[in-house]
Each structure stands twice: as structure tokens, then as C-alpha cells.
């Protein structure tokens, strides 16, 4: 079945500092691929997603690839900021396993993100 | 334009308690997806529903487990005679009929506690 993997956390950074968390996957068709963030009590927020291979993502400074050859969708940001302290999620949806799986997403454990002033 | 809300925020059930969780989608949205997060893990899908119909239930535990989505009123997830393994983060999502994308929109959660 589908399944995503992802950097184990926590991650910890200074402000201003170069972010990668990364995420991969396997799927049995031609999945969707997704960053989620969770903020403290919150619900999760989609924060970029890609459809296809090689389009990148993209949203608030950070980005991420649709890598099909190396079945990966890492997230980057250049210049983080304490207020990107947060859960990030990986996630995908395979509308092509059949059936109702284009409503259904599968995650990764997620990964904390501190960042330090 | 309200989001999807779910209700209570946090729930404490003893063993062998039911538990209730409710959603309601964004305006507009007609389908409902349930999902858990289990302490350290990411989240789990549980089920797929639109208005009075269980569209997928593969992620739904056998027993004790039950979902709705009625015509009128809240989509409810029910859990009976809940035990301790249940303890998690409930979260449900709603959008329109495309499915995942950006009109797909989490709640923020029911934390449920069984003591």
C-alpha cells in the first residue's frame, strides 16, 4: 500500500538558517504530494502541494520538488523564522489506486520544527 | 466564512464510556473525512462520508467504531465503550466533491483522553 516516510525530528534551528525536511514515499500509481503544517492546537494547514513530476511547490518561502525518480517531495526553506515553529506533515493522495482514494491522504509521522532567535 | 469545526476540543471518557466527536464541514463542503493521531505518529485515515452515505471505511477499527454524515446536522464519529488505546487526536476534514487539494480543510481537532 501507499505510505510516506519522513525525517525523524525534532528539528531544531537559529533563525535565518537553511530548512530541509525530508520526505519519501511509495505508491502503487501517479500520486499528489503534500506539505501540511500544524501550529500549537491547531488543525493542519496545507502549506504546497505538486501534481506531477517536477513541479514544484510552493508557498510563504518555502518549496518543495515532485522528484518521480527518486520518489521524493523534500521541503526547503531558506531563511527560517520562529514563527515557522511548527509540525510539518508530508502527505499524499493516489486517485489512481482506484476506487474513493482521491479523498483519502496518507501522511508521514511528521516532524517538529523549533526555531531559536 | 466559518471553518470546519469540531466539537468539544477535548473529551475525557472513562473505560467502557461512549464518546461522541462531531464535525461540521465548511458551507458548501458535502464530504467528510475522519482521522487519528495516535501519540508520536502522524495521522491515520479512518473514513470517508457524504450526506447520509459511508463512502470508505477501510481505516475504521472492526468493532466499537461508527460513523455518520446525516442529511441535517454534524457528521458524528462514535466510539463505545471506549479503552485506553484509544486516546488520540481526532481530526476531520472537509471539502467539496474534487477531493484533496486546496479546498480540502482540516478541523482543529478533538483530543480525546481515556482515563
Known amino acids: 500500500g501507499d505510505s510516506v516516510t519522513q525525517m525523524e525530528g525534532p528539528v531544531t534551528l537559529s533563525e535565518e538558517a537553511f530548512l530541509t525536511i525530508n520526505c519519501t514515499y511509495t505508491?502503487?500509481?501517479?500520486?499528489?504530494l503534500f506539505w501540511y503544517v500544524q501550529y500549537p492546537g491547531e488543525g493542519l494547514q496545507l502549506l504546497l502541494k505538486?501534481?506531477?513530476?517536477?513541479d514544484k511547490g510552493s508557498n510563504k518561502g518555502f518549496e518543495a520538488t515532485y522528484r518521480k525518480e527518486t520518489t521524493s517531495f523534500h521541503l526547503e526553506k531558506g531563511s527560517v523564522q520562529v514563527s515557522d515553529s511548527a509540525v510539518y506533515f508530508c502527505a499524499l493522495s493516489d486517485p489512481h489506486a482506484g476506487g474513493t482514494s482521491y479523498g483519502k491522504l496518507t501522511f508521514g509521522q511528521g516532524t517538529i520544527l523549533t526555531v531559536h532567535p | 466564512n466559518a471553518g470546519v469545526m469540531q466539537n468539544p476540543r477535548h473529551l475525557v471518557r472513562r473505560r467502557g464510556q461512549e464518546a461522541r466527536l462531531r464535525c461540521s464541514p465548511m458551507?458548501?463542503?458535502?464530504?467528510v473525512y475522519w482521522y487519528r493521531q495516535l501519540p508520536e505518529e502522524g495521522l491515520k485515515f479512518m473514513v470517508y462520508l457524504q450526506k447520509e452515505n459511508i463512502i470508505d471505511e477501510s481505516g475504521m477499527p472492526k468493532e466499537r467504531f461508527s460513523a455518520e454524515f446525516p442529511k441535517e446536522g454534524p457528521s458524528i464519529l462514535r466510539i463505545q465503550q471506549v479503552v485506553r488505546g484509544d486516546s488520540a487526536a481526532y481530526f476531520c476534514a472537509s471539502s467539496p466533491p474534487s477531493g484533496v487539494g486546496y479546498g480540502y480543510t482540516f478541523g482543529s481537532g478533538t483530543r480525546l483522553t481515556v482515563v
Open positions: 458551507k458548501g463542503h458535502s464530504h
Open positions: 505538486a501534481t506531477k513530476a517536477d
Open positions: 505508491a502503487t500509481g501517479y500520486p499528489s
